[in-house]
């Protein structure tokens, strides 16, 4: 009796709180005229994959500023809530749900890789709730969920488009060799399965560990051959290696390297070898060589003066992802009056959107919306990037 | 007969770094008994040291490669001083844990002074590769392979013909007895883990124009390192030479004749046969344990 006693003036003081933040709070919600859009944001802000996440952040927080500047969207301001994944599957699948559950936003974008956008998306399945990945994998949109749809290009596009560049130079004959984690597994299958449809056979494909010092041995292999031409899928630095190794072995065989490595800092590891060497890229790395009629020139000119206005940092095309997927969304909510299912079908009905990474047409069966043309085919040539008709 | 050249240059390279490595990792092990997980970071750092030295401030290669052993040595012994020696009870297991702890210490440090990215820098001198017998023989790896052959020649002189090296070579016998005999056992242990990450700091120079040189390198190295000293025989120098280079030829002519995909795979079924063949590794005998 004693302990129920003491407490009760506690009781009262905090029952007296309570009712005070209830008074507070609720004229602030009556007094603006329209309620805030929360939208969700996972990243890998920190970690390995921190070079995505990172600049996807500071890319969405960007739009989701410029959309409130102007007003918001149908009178409704914009508020981003990003959770940094640091590119665990596992905290991913977490976030998600406190987005879902604790913060109540009506649509997430996001994660940055594709392990953690599979974690992800058995939630999104259940919840039923608008999903823009920035991930690059293909199990993402194949096959199709009606919830969930992507912005970063695939690789099957990648691959399409040196294929095509191999095609027009009459090569018949060519050799993989691919890094043994997910990126290349999944650009290897590509590579295997779409030579047939260009005529092309695959004499030999070898793989290289991550962090291999020398891939002399596997050239060898591959030499043995006499491919026309050889086709590296990786990222740095495993693929700056292989080009230094063939320069070594004297290999004069064309080298085309996956949209993996399209960096500056490719041709500052590569050095000299990496001279001829020609590689599939997203438009943003080479924007001011874009001809002026380019569609996409002048929204890439915007964005990459805005970023590097805003975070006076080098701008790079995996921001973009969620450049675009941001504006999308932005675009979607239009006329929806937060109702998931309307944003769902604006989405699914997004044509002819100009943004970073392409020219979006989603439809009932493409949730990437990209088309071959996303990509350009480039030549390193003087240690500068050149454009390849 | 080409490609089997070119296969055996391949493995020698890379076996004459798994060496320099696991000659580390043996020499500590002898002197401390400790097995040093941390190994591998301290090549990263020796990299990542050369990258700066060599590559960013543009020294004279022989200043820069002193420079960097200098300091990975350097930081080697802060590192027995203030994490290994101030350890209340200095078990084995605690001794191993705190390595791994010092390992993922030094990575953060590597990322935070040197970033995320890959660095490279030119190699030692601009020669042609050789061309022997139509397989093709790299500069860097005669360089690979003359400092290597340095190397060890200079610690076996080191410990056979010195009296500090004596004095070692004792206290790893024997700490008790050569306590006894008036040698000092801390400045042993602190020598050892000094010359033992030089090494270290030996094998990232050299690598360093080879690969890319990168905060998360050392790991894998540090691995291939141990494995190479135990397929040797943990404790011996001529252990860690034959280890190295066996792991290193093994590794290269996996690719070739079997599949690139299990090129680790290849080599570390080999570990796994000799360690059940030989438990103590290749050389293991009482009297060839000792440097």
């Known amino acids: ?389 | 007969m080409q490609e089997i050249l070119q296969y055996l240059f391949s493995g020698i390279t890379n076996g004459a770094i798994y060496a320099i490595i696991a000659i580390g990792f043996s020499m500590l092990y002898n002197s401390t008994e400790l097995i040093n997980f941390a190994h591998g970071e301290f090549v990263m750092l020796g990299s990542l040291c050369m990258v700066t030295f060599f590559g960013s401030m543009h020294l004279p290669l022989i200043p820069a490669m002193i420079l960097t052993i200098t300091c990975v040595a350097v930081a080697g012994l802060i590192f027995e001083r203030l994490a290994i020696r101030s350890v209340k009870h200095p078990e084995p297991i605690v001794l191993i844990i705190i390595t791994v702890g010092a390992s993922i210490f030094l990575r953060g440090i590597g990322m935070i002074i040197w970033g995320k990215d890959a660095h490279s820098i030119p190699a030692f001198s601009s020669h042609p590769p050789l061309d022997i017998a139509g397989a093709k023989l790299l500069s860097q790896s005669i360089w690979i392979i003359v400092i290597f052959l340095v190397a060890a020649v200079g610690l076996q002189l080191f410990y056979k013909k010195t009296l500090t090296g004596k004095a070692m070579e004792a206290n790893a016998i024997s700490k008790r007895a050569a306590w006894i005999v008036g040698i000092p056992s801390k400045l042993m242990v602190m020598m050892a883990f000094g010359l033992s990450t030089a090494m270290g700091g030996v094998a990232g120079v050299i690598i360093a124009p080879i690969t890319m040189s990168s905060y998360d390198m050392g790991t894998m190295l540090g691995l291939k390192g141990f494995c190479a000293a135990m397929l040797g025989g943990l404790g011996s120098l001529w252990g860690a030479l034959v280890g190295g280079f066996l792991l290193g030829i093994l590794e290269a002519f996996g690719v070739g004749f079997v599949s690139s995909g299990l090129k680790d795979a290849t080599a570390f079924l080999l570990l796994l046969f000799i360690l059940y063949v030989r438990p103590g590794g290749i050389i293991s005998s009482a009297d060839t344990n000792r440097f």
């Open chain 1, 1 to 389: 009796m004693l302990e129920v006693t003491r407490y009760r003036p506690m009781m009262i003081i905090l029952s007296i709180l309570a009712i005070a933040c209830l008074l507070i709070t609720t004229p602030a919600i009556s007094e603006s005229e329209k309620n805030t859009y929360k939208i969700g944001g996972i990243f890998a802000v920190t970690g390995p994959a921190s070079f995505l996440g990172d600049p996807e952040k500071k890319s969405m927080e960007m739009v989701v500023d410029q959309i409130n500047a102007s007003g918001g969207i149908d009178g409704h301001m914009l508020e981003a809530v990003i959770y940094d994944t640091e590119g665990d599957p596992g905290k991913a699948n977490l976030l998600a749900t406190k987005l879902i559950n604790k913060d109540n936003v009506i649509a997430i974008i996001g994660p940055s890789t594709t392990p953690t956008t599979l974690a992800v998306m058995p939630i999104i399945q259940r919840i039923k709730i608008p999903f823009i990945s920035c991930a690059a994998g293909n199990k993402i949109v194949a096959p199709i969920n009606p919830w969930v749809f992507k912005t970063a290009q695939s690789d099957i596009l990648a691959v399409a488009a040196i294929y095509e560049n191999l095609k027009s130079k009459k090569i018949k004959k060519i050799s993989i060799i691919s890094v043994n984690n997910a990126f290349g597994e999944s650009g290897k299958e590509q590579l295997l399965s779409q030579a047939k449809n260009f005529g092309l056979t695959v004499a030999k494909s070898e793989t290289y560990g991550a962090k291999d010092t020398d891939m002399t041995a596997q050239l060898t292999k591959i030499r043995k051959d006499n491919p026309e031409a050889i086709v590296c899928w990786g990222t740095n630095p495993g693929p700056a290696v292989l080009a230094k190794n063939m320069q070594q072995l004297d290999l004069n065989i064309p080298l085309f390297q996956s949209h993996g490595v399209a960096s500056p800092k490719f041709i500052e590891l590569a050095g000299s070898a990496a001279e001829g060497i020609m590689l599939p890229t997203g438009k943003i790395l080479v924007a001011s060589l874009l001809s002026d009629s380019d569609p996409q020139k002048e929204m890439l000119t915007a964005y990459i003066s805005e970023y590097k206005n805003k975070y006076k940092s080098s701008v790079s095309g995996f921001g973009g992802y969620a450049y675009d997927a941001a504006n999308i969304l932005a675009a979607a909510l239009k006329n929806s009056e937060g109702d998931k299912e309307k944003i769902r079908e604006a989405l699914e009905n997004t044509e002819g959107y100009v943004g970073v990474s392409g020219i979006f047409n989603f439809s009932k069966t493409d949730h990437n919306g990209l088309s071959p043309e996303a990509f350009v085919m480039v030549k390193i040539k003087d240690g500068k990037w050149e454009l390849l008709k």
